[in-house]
């Protein structure tokens, strides 16, 4: 399941809209996964940060997107499995690596 782009409605959003999201991980025992959110609103990308997916990507037809997508590494939440609608496409292996590594770089980083 990890580097699937999946649907889901994200917990925080009151339109209770089915979204786009990348599965980063999924964690032992009872499966929850956490993922990080697909958005078209282009102005929303941190470059160094964040992963842009568009049509000049070699990767691109197989996410499933329709459009350009940013994977927002600051768009995170947790899911159970229960609360995925599907999935439509993925990203690589290289690729998916390297946004945990971003992350996890971010996440260890001592201001």
Known sequence: ???????????????????????????PKYGDVLICGITSQLHQYTEGFDLMLDKQDPEFDKTGLKHTGICRLSMLTMLSVSDINGAIGEVGADTHMGLLKTLAEYLIKIK
């Open 1 to 27: 399941m990890e580097g699937k782009i999946i649907v889901t409605v994200f917990p925080q959003d009151k339109q209770q809209k089915l979204r786009p999201a990348l599965v980063l991980r999924v964690f």
